[in-house]
């Protein structure tokens, strides 16, 4: 199943901070985040790991409660480069690969 | 590096006619996978692989086949193409889907006539 996210679209001032949930309804080994721009592929963003253990290579935080199934990233400070849609990716302890969420469109605003 | 590799970037089918989408990737990746992306749906699995020899459905995989014959290579054949299955095609690789980066291919932007 699809993982849940929210909101579906976000519109910000630059410099200001959103906040963009992702919700399962089975047992999570990992989430993954990745930002699309309009027309490109996605983009690897982080992933959090059942255990506590993050990988990421920007200036974006996350966090991933594995008894609730649910995941947040934060942008803190938001850029215009931070325009895109957010998608959450989901992978459980079985071999069923990984599935996105529909979504969070993201618009900064000079 | 290339990375992953697909072709063609576009194509325009009429209806019942087949074709196969092209994936590859040169970084020895283990995992596979094929998404379809569609306005409001976010991407969704078609089909995906944990090896050569080794694939599996996703949540969309009717009317479309996969074999991964080598590590390198998973294409996506569509059997006979339909409408519903405009849409934009993404091929991903990574070294495990669990707990490695998946790198994303280029796409391709599929018009079913």
């Known amino acids: 199943q699809q993982p849940v996210q929210s909101p579906q679209a976000v519109i910000l001032r630059e410099g200001e901070d959103a906040v963009i949930n992702c919700s399962s309804s089975k047992a999570l080994y990992s989430v993954h985040w990745y930002r699309q721009k309009h027309g490109e592929a996605p983009v690897f963003l982080m992933i959090?790991?059942?255990?506590?253990e993050q990988k990421g290579h920007e200036k974006i935080s996350a966090s991933f409660n594995e008894k609730k199934q649910q995941s947040s990233l934060y942008l803190t400070a938001s850029q215009l480069s931070y325009s895109g849609t957010y998608f959450c990716g989901t992978a459980g302890g079985g071999a069923d690969g990984l599935t996105f969420g529909k979504g969070t469109h993201l618009i900064i605003q000079p | 590096n290339a990375g992953v590799t697909q072709t063609p970037k576009f194509q325009v089918l009429k209806t019942g006619q087949s074709m196969t989408l092209q994936c590859a990737q040169d970084m020895n990746h283990e995992y596979m996978s094929w998404y379809r992306q569609d306005p409001g749906m976010g991407l969704r699995l078609i089909h995906y692989s944990v090896g050569a020899g080794i694939t599996d459905q996703g949540e969309v995989p009717n009317g479309y086949n996969v074999s991964r014959s080598t590590t390198e290579d998973f294409p996506l054949r569509l059997l006979s193409a339909a409408p519903s299955q405009t849409s934009v095609y993404f091929c991903a690789s990574s070294r495990t889907f669990r707990s490695h980066e998946q790198y994303f291919g280029p796409g391709t932007r599929l018009t079913v006539t």
């Open positions: 959090l790991l059942k255990g506590g």
